[in-house]
């Protein structure tokens, strides 16, 4: 079972079940809600498909540029829902 975006089942189950504060996680709850695609977020912070799936899941943190950089998306995906 998946979404329009390809974010299967057990993706967004283990997003659910990743730690809510983390970074990553609160931007993939964000992405798989709005079907953003991950591959957007991976070209827009540089990395890959994958670099971007173990963040949303809380498998690896982001850590000095790409820190900065998905707080600046996180920070105007949640301006443009208001």
């Not at 730690?19 to 991950?38: F, M, Q, S, T, W």
């Not at 957007?40 to 498909?49: F, N, P, Q, R, S």
């Not at 949303?56 to 540029?65: A, E, I, L, S």
Request: charged share 25%; proline share 4%.
């Amino acid at each position: 079972m998946s979404d329009a975006r390809g974010y299967s089942y057990t993706l967004v189950k283990a997003v659910n079940a990743a730690d809510p504060k983390l970074l990553g996680v609160r931007l993939g709850k964000v992405c798989i809600e709005r079907n953003i695609p991950a591959i957007k977020i991976a070209t827009d912070a540089g990395v890959t498909k994958q670099t971007v799936y173990s963040w949303f899941t809380g498998t690896f943190k982001p850590r000095g540029v790409h820190m900065e950089t998905l707080e600046k998306i996180l920070a105007g995906l949640e301006k443009a829902r208001v």
